[in-house]
Nanobody, 124 residues
Framework: VQLQASGGGLVQAGGSLRLSCAAS????????MAWFRQAPGKEREFVSG????????VYAESVKGRFTISRDNPKNTVYLQMNSLKSEDTAVYYC??????????????????WGQGTQVTVSS
């Protein structure tokens, strides 16, 4: 599957952005999808994930209550709505796909398919 992330940009603290990740090449509706992020000098970390059906979502503690993940299977797209952004949310955001029919994993190693990343910069 090929993944194309978009929607990043520069926003002031407290603002909002919506990231999108468009998939092609393999049945999207069978994939658990996730967003990860990587800040300069830090390891890539899990942000949020959604099951193949959309019935289950998982969030990192740092974004709970501020970020919402969703998917539109007919459009082969997963979204990350980010509200109340903070400077510490500044990172390159990556979408990823996993085809294990299990609970949505949060470990990076479980995702063999990755998009190219989109930069999110939050100014304070």
């Amino acid at each position: 599957v090929q993944l194309q992330a978009s929607g990043g940009g520069l926003v002031q603290a407290g603002g909002s952005l919506r990231l999108s990740c468009a998939a092609s090449g393999r049945i999207f509706s069978s994939a658990n999808m996730a967003w990860f992020r990587q800040a300069p000098g830090k390891e890539r970390e899990f942000v949020s994930g959604i099951s193949w059906s959309g019935g289950s979502t998982v969030y990192a503690e740092s974004v709970k209550g501020r970020f919402t993940i969703s998917r539109d299977n007919p459009k082969n797209t997963v979204y990350l709505q980010m509200n109340s952004l903070k400077s510490e949310d500044t990172a390159v955001y990556y979408c990823a796909a996993n085809y294990d029919r299990t609970a949505v994993p949060s470990s990076l190693e479980k995702y063999p398919y990755w998009g190219q990343g989109t930069q999110v910069t939050v100014s304070s």
